[in-house]
């Protein structure tokens, strides 16, 4: 027997009794309700019964560990202001330093572009002397010159990527939003308050735009 309540509590299979006697209940009659009530209340009684045996066996625990949150709360609240404050400032000139690479990236794209402009531009003059030769070696060295134009437009093409990563860190570029007019944010996106809405009407408020105030039944026991 000792074996026995080593693994399955007592107060366990009270419990158990109680909620398959409630998936039983059926509450089709005054009495039935009155004994649902009764019943309801000697939940109730031994739920406090449950938690109060808790705080006993757990009062030492708690205090211990009280204690010890105590102890580490003020040092992880210092470390984790100072993370954020250096993740902000280290974020602030990577951003900075993208502004300015991208910029840089910009001005050697048009250069790059107007140089490769310049090539077309002398090519298409060598097309126009090809006219010099026969009709195959004219083919020929205009399928030659188009090549290297349509080279020279692949690589104008060419987007220099922009890596800001280092051996220690890896930088991705992420989205991000901030707050600038909530009467254009759409409804979908927006969250209802139902804190502020339940204090509201526990303070007498009874009217609120596109919301239903009303009462319902709810049991308590005496």
């Known amino acids: ?14 419990a158990r009794v109680y ?17 649902a009530v009764a019943l309801l209340k000697e939940i109730t009684t031994y ?6 045996q808790e705080e006993e066996l757990s009062a030492d625990a708690k205090k211990t560990l009280n204690d010890i949150k105590a102890t580490f709360k003020q040092p992880k609240q210092f470390i984790e202001e100072a993370e954020a404050i250096l993740r902000t400032k280290i974020n602030h000139f990577l951003d900075e330093q993208r502004e300015k690479m991208e910029a840089e990236a910009l001005a050697l794209k048009q250069k790059v572009e107007d140089e490769a402009l310049k090539q077309a531009e002398e090519l298409e003059k060598l097309k126009s002397g090809a006219g ?10 205009i399928e030659a010159i188009e090549d290297k134009q349509n080279k020279i437009i692949d690589d104008t093409a060419k987007k220099q990527a922009i890596n800001q990563s280092s051996a220690n860190s890896v930088v991705r570029k992420v989205w991000g939003f901030k707050l600038v007019d909530i009467s254009k944010v759409p409804l979908e996106y927006l969250q209802l308050n139902e804190t502020a809405i339940r204090n509201a009407i526990k303070e007498g408020k009874r009217e609120i735009a596109g919301l239903e ?7 308590a026991i005496r």
Request: avoid cysteine; proline fraction near 2%.
């Open 47 to 52: 739920k406090k019964s449950i938690k109060q």
């Open 1 to 14: 027997m000792e074996n026995l309540n080593a693994i399955i509590q007592p107060i366990e299979i009270k």
């Open 19 to 35: 909620l398959n006697t409630m998936h039983e209940a059926k509450i089709e009659n005054e009495a039935d309700k009155e004994n």
């Open 213 to 219: 105030i009303f009462q319902q039944s709810q049991v």
């Open 132 to 141: 010099e030769y026969d009709a195959v070696t004219r083919q020929a060295m």
